[in-house]
């Protein structure tokens, strides 16, 4: 009974010390966004880069289809593709295959991508 008690006490310790910036029903690790936009800036069906990372210099992941509609968790700031130097981070079975997780220039990615909607990686 007291040992009861004392992990209850703890318990609730523990849950009192968690961040009180996330919403009811939320854990912590649910605080990234979950941000739906449409690859745009080129004609339909033409092929965006995916990257590793937020430059035209990092390696080449896959390809994006414009008109695609895809999940993005968050952005980091990297090289500007004509002015834009936001890269976004699609996330997931983004074709229906296997997980590849990897970074869309903003300048590629529709409006709904904003860096406030995103936040950073
Ligand atoms: C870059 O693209 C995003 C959409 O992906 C947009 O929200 C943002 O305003 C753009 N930034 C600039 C500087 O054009």
């Given amino acids: 009974m007291k040992l009861f008690t004392l992990l209850s006490l703890s318990l609730l310790s523990l849950a009192a010390a968690l961040p009180a ?4 029903g939320m854990t912590r690790w649910d605080k990234r966004s979950n941000v739906w936009c449409v690859v745009t800036g080129k004609t339909q069906g033409a092929n965006v880069h995916c990257r590793a990372g937020p430059s035209t ?3 080449h992941v ?6 695609d509609l895809l999940r993005f968790t968050c952005y980091k700031k990297g ?6 130097c936001t890269w976004d981070y ?3 079975n983004i074709y229906g295959d296997e997980p590849k997780n990897c970074y869309v220039s903003g300048r590629y990615t529709d409006d709904l991508c904003t860096a406030a909607a995103l936040g950073k990686c």
């Fill in 79 to 84: 090289e500007c593709v004509d002015g834009n």
């Fill in 62 to 67: 896959r390809y994006v289809k414009v008109g």
């Fill in 21 to 24: 910036d996330t919403e009811p």
């Fill in 90 to 92: 699609a996330v997931g």
């Fill in 57 to 59: 210099d990092s390696k």
